[in-house]
């Protein structure tokens, strides 16, 4: 099993979610989160005053997966995620950790079958 954390732009989140589904993945969580990589924020001007924005908002995305959807969860993401046609800086990041449990709460199921 694999936990999958995704970083995407906020604007892509339905056509990732469109883009797992279609891969038979149906279930994610989603945070809001703030951060940066190489762009480094970016400039704006608020009633006259110019002031630096340091942290972008993104959306981080958690998906556990048994190891058989791991390259199509991963694949789908980045199709929808990137903004065509060559992708940006920014666009993102995908991490794939190992899962070592997984626990129903509802049922109690343990491991694959929980997922």
Known sequence: MKLIIAIIHPDKLEAVQKAL????????????????????GFTEV?????????????????????????EPTVEAIIKAGRTEPDGEIGDGKIFILPLEECVRIRTGERGMSAI
């Open 21 to 40: 589904v279609s891969v038979d993945v149906f279930r994610l969580t989603v945070l809001e989160v703030r951060g940066f990589g190489r762009q480094l």
């Open 46 to 70: 608020y009633r006259g005053t110019e002031f630096q924005v340091n942290l972008l908002k993104k959306l981080q995305l958690e998906i556990g997966v048994n190891d058989d959807f791991v």
